[in-house]
């Protein structure tokens, strides 16, 4: 089991920045994907930006690629993201999320993963 608790979120003008933290703890040895997703009011929850945890090699979304960028303090065991530019339209509750290994059905699909924060919320205003 992988407990995932995220912080950081908040309120910003566009153009901010912020950063999310989400710390794990539990069996997390063996977790090798690390990833934010977001949800908007309406909309299904998307990927944004996965970690191979241990490799390093990062995976984004075309809608924040740029942007964002993940990362991952092994010796914290927490995953952060930090936002820059940011835009109205990622306004949304942020999650985090991890597995052991994913099944297959790309790094951005939720369903791979089986652990999962409670979400931190990011509004950006115009």
């Known amino acids: 089991q992988v407990q995932l608790v995220e912080s950081g979120g908040g309120s910003v003008q566009a153009g901010g920045s912020l950063r999310l933290s989400c710390a794990a703890s539990?069996?997390?040895?063996?977790?090798?994907?690390m990833g934010w997703f977001r949800q908007a009011p309406g909309k299904e929850r998307e990927g944004v930006a996965v970690?191979?945890?241990?490799?390093?090699?990062?995976y984004y979304s075309a809608s924040v690629k740029g942007r964002f960028t993940i990362s991952h303090d092994n010796a914290k065991d927490t995953l952060y993201l930090q936002m820059s530019s940011l835009k109205p339209e990622d306004t949304a509750m942020y999650y985090c999320?991890?597995?052991?290994?994913?099944?297959?059905?790309?790094?951005?699909?939720?369903?791979?993963?089986?652990?999962w924060g409670q979400g931190t919320q990011v509004t950006v205003s115009s």
């Open positions: 999320a991890a597995n052991y290994k994913l099944g297959g059905s790309g790094y951005f699909e939720p369903a791979e993963y089986n652990y």
């Open positions: 539990g069996y997390t040895y063996s977790v090798e994907h």
């Open positions: 970690i191979r945890t241990g490799l390093g090699w990062t």
